[in-house]
């Protein structure tokens, strides 16, 4: 089984930037789509952002188009998330996770990580 290790969240000022990170271990990570999914307080868990294996972005929320990247680094075992210009709507709790479908359907990921808290201050 895979285990996911995110980390790199913390509190920011809006208009600031984090880069969340996620270590995988376990074989075979390098066959998996990789995905952020994030859930506030309250609300449901609702998907961020998704790439192959090979590193085609297949999807964004639209509410962070343009601010937003995903990108994985294999070598390492790692995929990461830039964050550029948080505002308040983007405090949750940010988990990675693992899946043989890249969509933003979170039923379809099957590893999951702890996760790592973001919040944004006014």
């Known amino acids: 089984a895979l285990q996911l290790t995110e980390s790199g969240g913390g509190s920011v000022q809006a208009g600031g930037s984090l880069r969340l990170s996620c270590v995988v271990s376990g074989f075979p990570y390098i066959r998996y789509c990789m995905g952020w999914f994030r859930q506030a307080p309250g609300k449901q868990r609702e998907a961020v952002a998704s790439?192959?294996?090979?590193?085609?972005?297949?999807y964004y929320a639209d509410s962070v188009k343009g601010r937003f990247t995903i990108s994985r680094d294999n070598a390492k075992n790692t995929v990461y998330l830039q964050m550029n210009s948080l505002n308040y709507g983007d405090t949750a709790m940010y988990h990675c996770a693992a899946g043989q479908r890249c969509n933003s359907r979170s039923e379809d990921f099957r590893f999951w990580g702890q996760g790592t808290q973001v919040t944004v201050s006014s």
């Open positions: 790439i192959t294996r090979d590193g085609e972005i297949t």
